[in-house]
């Protein structure tokens, strides 16, 4: 049994938040692709592990910084072609087609990753700069995870401002609510759907590299971190940027708190949490109205 110390509750609540970041970054990007576009992206998670793959291809030739900046462009062309000439054909349909398609996308994509890099894992190290600890009176912690934390915030912050004050910004967030008349503006939306779907599976593939040197890289590792991104959507609630912030943080606290309190309770706490929200305010916590794509 763990002794519990306030300096192991400091860094298990520290742990947390870097949890809490992977689930921000992977519910932004749904959110994002939901908010605007309208469909369910059941093929996230397998964006999050091709971004790790990527990056272990490039990381060896290119290293670890540049790799981290080049995999996730990669991951967004390819989910920006699957969008612009297969995706954008059952926009008009049934919705429940596009759920289909992306969870056969999915299926494909992931058995493809099998017969590339085998169904093994792969170790990803963490790169030598940013090796080591870093001590803070008694507690120690890695500074790879003060990297991650760092990088989010500004992930985060990057995001806000671009929907806020640019001006493609304000045409994503008012197409997602109105799209028809922001074509009687005279704005084509064909090419900003494609440039929304690449930025939400961008955010997954970034999402999976950072994770890549604290777990192993292998064909199923975006299964789990989806199934809590949906978990986070729907306490955070559909379409809202800030409610998916707050709702990935808090679960990732949750869920690394209970590993410390009552490991049984770990994996089943999100879902607890996710029960009482949706029972309390049924639209999550920030919810929003959100039109879909017609």
Excluded at 216 to 236: D, K, L, N, R, Y
């Amino acid at each position: 049994m763990r002794e519990v110390t306030p300096a192991v509750v400091v860094l298990f609540l520290a742990n947390g938040l870097v949890v809490g970041t992977m689930y921000v970054m992977m519910a932004l990007g749904l959110s994002i692709i939901f908010g605007m576009i309208g469909v369910i992206n059941i093929a996230h998670g397998v964006f999050y592990a091709l971004g790790a793959y990527f990056a272990l291809l490039l990381r060896d030739s290119l290293g670890f910084g540049p790799a981290l900046a080049i995999s996730p462009i990669l991951v967004s062309l390819i989910g920006m072609g699957i969008e612009a000439s297969l995706m954008r054909r059952l926009y008009r349909g049934d919705p429940l087609l596009a759920l289909l398609f992306t969870f056969g996308l999915a299926m494909v994509i992931e058995q493809l990753i099998r017969m590339i890099w085998g169904p093994s894992g792969f170790s990803f190290d963490i790169p030598r700069y940013l090796g080591g600890s870093i001590s803070l009176g008694n507690i120690i912690y890695s500074k790879y995870r003060f990297f991650v934390l760092g990088i989010a915030v500004a992930t985060v912050g990057s995001l806000w401002y671009f929907f806020e004050k640019t001006r493609y910004g304000m045409i994503i967030r008012a197409g997602s609510r109105d799209a028809e008349m922001v074509r009687v503006l005279g704005i084509g939306l064909n090419r900003i759907l494609t440039m929304v779907f690449g930025l939400g599976i961008a955010l997954a593939a970034f999402a999976g590299i950072l994770s890549a040197p604290l777990s192993e890289v292998q064909p199923a590792m975006g299964t789990s971190v989806i199934v809590a991104a949906f978990v986070v959507v729907v306490i955070g609630g559909l379409g809202s940027f800030w409610g998916a912030v707050i709702a990935g943080l808090l679960v990732g606290e949750i869920v690394t708190m209970s590993i410390l309190f009552w490991p049984p309770m770990a994996e089943a706490s999100m879902y607890f949490l996710m029960a009482i929200v949706l029972l309390v305010r049924p639209r999550g916590l920030f919810g929003e109205r959100w039109e879909r794509f017609e």
